[in-house]
């Protein structure tokens, strides 16, 4: 089963910045329309942002529309999530998963997450 991978979490300061991958091996990125989410503690998993395939638009959720930037870098297979002016709310463990297009309720392949902490 086809799973992707996400890293680049950490512990940053309200204000600063961290830079998000999703990779997959075996599993070509360039297909699918990707999308990141996340679950804050206590709550449930929330969709913030989708690239879809080919020269779409990409999808941002309002609370990071501005802050967040989503792209792909298809030779690295890899998609990424640029995450600036981070806020204690971004405080979450945030996921990739692909389907085949961002207006998809349902998306599969799911990585395992990585924990990003914004505190002083």
């Known amino acids: 089963q086809v799973q992707l991978m996400e890293s680049g979490g950490g512990l940053v300061q309200p204000g600063g910045s961290l830079r998000l991958s999703c990779t997959a091996s075996?599993?070509?990125?360039?297909?699918?329309?990707i999308g990141w989410f996340r679950q804050p503690p206590g709550k449930g998993r929330e969709g913030i942002s989708c690239?879809?395939?080919?020269?779409?638009?990409?999808r941002y959720e309002y609370s990071v529309k501005g802050r967040f930037t989503i792209s792909r870098d298809n030779a690295k297979n890899t998609v990424y999530l640029q995450m600036n002016s981070l806020k204690p709310e971004d405080m979450a463990v945030y996921y990739c998963?692909?389907?085949?297009?961002?207006?998809?309720?349902?998306?599969?392949?799911w990585g395992k997450g990585t924990q990003v902490t914004v505190t002083t």
């Open positions: 998963a692909a389907a085949a297009d961002c207006r998809e309720r349902v998306f599969g392949s």
């Open positions: 690239i879809p395939s080919g020269d779409g638009t990409p």
């Open positions: 075996g599993f070509t990125l360039e297909a699918h329309a």
